[in-house]
C-alpha cells in the first residue's frame, strides 16, 4: 500500500502569512495527487487535483505543486475562513490513501 | 447540482452489521465510482475502498477486505457500504465521496455517524 506523510501536523500561523504543508508518498504516485480542507463537523472540501489543478469555485490564493513522491500545498496570504485542518490523498493504483491532516491555527 | 446524500446516523452492538446508503442526484450515476472513507472521533481521514459503479468492480483497503462490501443500485442511483462484526473501533463518521477525473474525490456526502456501543 502507498502510505501518505504529511508535515507539520500542526502549524501556527496569522492572518496574511504565507504557509506551505508538505507531502511525501512512499513511492510514486505521478500527479495523482489531491488536497481537501475539513473543518470541525463537516464533510472535506476538494481543493486541488492532479497535484496543481484548482478546482471550480476555489480562490487562487491556493496552489499545489510536487509529482513523483514530493508535493506541496501553498496558501499565499492566509484569511480567516482558512483556518482548518488540510489532507492530502493520493489517487494512484486504485487506492485513495490520505495523509494524517495538518491543522492550521491562528496564532 | 451535484448532491450525494447520506443514510441517517445508527447505533449498533459489537459484532453486528451495518449498511449505509449514499443516493447521488444531478449527475449521470454510472459515470462515476464512489469512495467510502471513515473518520474515527479526533481522528484522520481513512479510505476504505470504492466501487466502479459501471460495472461494480471493488477494490477495498487491506485491512478492511474480509468485513466490508459496496454495492450500488443504478435504478436508484444509490451507492451502499455493508461494515459486519462490528468492534467499538469502528465507531467513526462515515462518508461517501464521487470520483472525479482519474479518482480524486470530487464531491463527498455529508456524513453517517456509526456508533459501536455495547
Known amino acids: 500500500d502507498i502510505q501518505m506523510t504529511q508535515s507539520p501536523s500542526t502549524l501556527s500561523a496569522s492572518v496574511g502569512d504565507r504557509v506551505t504543508i508538505t507531502c511525501r508518498a512512499s513511492q510514486s504516485i505521478s500527479s495523482s495527487l489531491a488536497w481537501h480542507q475539513q473543518k470541525p463537523g463537516k464533510a472535506p472540501k476538494l481543493l486541488i487535483y492532479k497535484a496543481s489543478s484548482l478546482e471550480s469555485g476555489v480562490p487562487s490564493r491556493f496552489s499545489g505543486s510536487g509529482s513523483g513522491t514530493e508535493f506541496t500545498l501553498t496558501i499565499s496570504s492566509l484569511q480567516p475562513d482558512d483556518f482548518a485542518t488540510y489532507y492530502c490523498?493520493?489517487?494512484?493504483?486504485?487506492?485513495?490513501?490520505f495523509g494524517q491532516g495538518t491543522k492550521l491555527e491562528i496564532k | 447540482q451535484v448532491q450525494l446524500v447520506q443514510s441517517g446516523a445508527e447505533v449498533k452492538k459489537p459484532g453486528a452489521s451495518v449498511k449505509v446508503s449514499c443516493k447521488a442526484s444531478g449527475y449521470t450515476f454510472t459515470s462515476y465510482g464512489i469512495s467510502w472513507v471513515r473518520q474515527a472521533p479526533g481522528q484522520g481521514l481513512e479510505w476504505m475502498g470504492w466501487?466502479?459503479?459501471?460495472?461494480?468492480?471493488?477494490y477495498y483497503a487491506q485491512k478492511l477486505q474480509d468485513r466490508v462490501t459496496m454495492t450500488t443500485d443504478t435504478s436508484t442511483s444509490t451507492a451502499y457500504m455493508e461494515l459486519r462484526s462490528l468492534r467499538s473501533d469502528d465507531t467513526a463518521v462515515y462518508y461517501c465521496a464521487r470520483h472525479g477525473g482519474n479518482g480524486y474525490f470530487d464531491y463527498w456526502g455529508q456524513g453517517t455517524l456509526v456508533t459501536v456501543s455495547s
Open positions: 466501487i466502479s459503479v459501471y460495472n461494480g468492480n471493488t
Open positions: 490523498q493520493q489517487y494512484n493504483s486504485y487506492s485513495g490513501t
